[in-house]
Antibody, heavy 115, light 112 residues
């Protein structure tokens, strides 16, 4: 079955860190751009970061530059998002998505930044 | 960033009737390779987004032919023919030609 499964979300204090993971199955992970998209409570969708197949190209949305780091392990078919210096406005459900055009999404993992 | 503007933001529809959603981009979406990377997504209540349409008019696998996309330049349309109860949710347009890919505000489709 073709699927993406996120994990690692939770409650964290402002200024804290969290590492999200996404496990892929059912397709050739190493051949795909992969990224993270977030959705704040009751709000729309926002691309956060994306990484090319061999990690030779990485892009971030301006609001997370310098704080978030996207990475991948093709051997383990896994995608990661290291989130540091978290702020209240980072509170959202974080989705793992395949490709720039998001043709496959995971179920999401919630991140709550609050004291 | 490219701004995507959807209308309407709320769309009550009678079962069996058609629904039309518009999306306008703040700049052209034709890529250097000649493709227009414009997409439509459906997000049912409590679910993840699901892509319905890619590159303006191509339906993704498993998407009913009741869903059709059209448009060019900066103006695009999603039409849902013969709306069914399972079509309730929020529909988003998204451009993936330019970084970052950007979404419209979403159109909430509900049954009258």
């Amino acid at each position: 079955e073709v699927r993406l499964v996120e994990s690692g979300g939770g409650l964290v204090q402002p200024g804290g860190s969290l590492r999200l993971s996404c496990s892929a199955s059912g397709f050739t992970f190493s051949n795909q751009w992969m990224g993270w998209v977030r959705q704040a409570p009751g709000k729309g969708l926002e691309w956060v970061a994306i990484i090319k197949e061999a990690e030779d190209e990485i892009r971030y949305v301006d609001s997370v530059k310098g704080r978030f780091t996207i990475s991948r392990d093709n051997a383990k078919r896994s995608l990661f998002l290291q989130m540091n210096s978290l702020r209240g406005e980072d509170t959202a459900v974080y989705y793992c998505a395949r490709g720039w055009a998001g043709d496959l999404w995971g179920q999401g993992t919630p991140v709550i930044v609050s004291s | 960033d490219v701004v995507m503007t959807q209308s309407p933001l709320s769309l009550p529809v009678t079962l069996g009737q058609s629904a039309s959603i518009s999306c306008r981009s703040s700049q052209g979406l034709v890529s250097a390779d000649g493709n227009t990377y414009f997409n439509w997504f459906q997000q049912r209540p409590g679910q993840s987004p699901r892509r319905l349409i890619n590159k303006v008019f191509n339906r993704d696998s498993g998407v009913p032919d009741r869903f059709s996309g059209s448009g060019s330049g900066t103006d695009f349309t999603l039409i849902i023919s013969r709306v069914q109860a399972e079509d309730v949710g929020v529909y988003y347009c998204m451009q993936s030609t330019h970084w970052p890919p950007t979404f419209g505000e979403g159109t909430k489709v509900e049954i009258k």
